[in-house]
């Protein structure tokens, strides 16, 4: 066999499986949209929790669509191996009414958010339109809806069913909407009505990470107080029985007594004050500056505009 024909055959066969993953269609395992309005802008917080397929090649590039008038993800995180969220690099460009936000992600789990101005006021009442423009097929869609802290006669269309406590005492709807086809869009639209602007996590309420009980660990019962109620008592009793003994024998000393001046407190030069820590609401870690999502169990951290 001639040389070149044995290093065709060998090209072809290096070449044919990237040309048929390329023109595999990328397919979404689970998609999971959050739709929070009003909880920390008068803005309507869009979040994807996207999964990819698990026969998807890694690393994968995808485009995902978001308004135009959206600007920037807020956020863009991938989920790695230790169970954390770690931010990777994206690209944005405009095409019409959409920004095209692209990128590379070597695992399987990404996190998108931004902040949509389309949120309509008119007086009390909101109204919002959401759609996916379908760039990709979705096996399993799942929504969820946030009802902001003072709202009433919430409407969604398609139905989410009832509302259901959740995360920091507030409502949620939600719903498993099931597969949907590639480059068919979802619309969902939604209404309600709010006479004041509070946001949402101003008065989200702070629950514990488990119930609290009598074995919670550091919990003080009765019992354990009345214990340390009566250890201080006795070491007070014995600081003022030593006090007075001393002055006693102070007293028939009649050597004259020194003042006593305690030294001056030492000072360490250039010893900076403790910034502000953040911990996470739902598991209670501690997050380093400029954390976005919690390194321990991936919740978005809260911070006040």
């Known amino acids: 066999m001639p040389k070149w024909l044995a290093s065709l055959i060998i090209v072809t066969a290096l070449l044919v499986p990237s040309l048929a993953q390329a023109q595999a269609p990328l397919t979404l395992a689970k998609m999971e949209i959050d739709l929070w309005p009003e ?29 135009e008038q959206a600007g920037d993800p807020y956020n863009l995180a991938v989920r790695n191996e230790d169970g954390q969220l770690y931010n990777i690099p994206f690209t944005r460009v405009t095409n019409g009414e959409w920004g095209e936000i692209s990128f590379s992600t070597p695992r399987p789990e990404v996190q998108l958010e931004y902040y949509d101005p389309a949120l309509m006021r008119d007086g009390a009442k909101r109204s919002y339109t959401y759609q996916w423009p379908g760039p990709y097929g979705i096996q399993s869609l799942i929504l969820q809806v946030q009802q902001p802290v003072g709202a009433s006669g919430m409407q969604i269309s398609p139905s989410l069913g009832e509302p259901k406590p959740g995360e920091g005492g507030l409502m949620y709807y939600g719903a498993e909407i099931g597969s949907i086809p590639a480059q068919k869009p979802f619309t969902l639209q939604l209404s309600y009505t709010k006479p004041d602007d509070q946001l949402s996590v101003q008065a989200e309420q702070v629950a514990p990470a488990a119930p609290i009980n009598a074995s919670t660990p550091g919990r003080a ?50 010893v900076s004050t403790p910034v502000d820590t953040i911990y996470c609401h739902q598991c209670g870690k501690r997050a380093t500056a400029g954390d976005v999502f919690c390194r321990s169990c991936g919740t978005r951290l809260r911070r006040e505009e």
């Open 221 to 270: 019962t009765l019992g354990s107080v009345w214990w340390w109620v009566l250890g201080a008592a006795a070491v007070l009793l014995i600081a003022v029985g030593a006090w007075w003994y001393w002055r006693s024998s102070r007293a028939e000393d009649n050597s004259t007594s020194r003042r006593r001046h305690a030294p001056a407190q030492a000072r360490s030069a250039g």
């Open 39 to 67: 909880y920390d802008r008068a803005d309507m917080l869009v979040i994807y929790h996207i999964f990819l397929d698990p026969s998807t090649p890694l690393p994968a590039n995808l485009t995902i669509q978001i308004p």
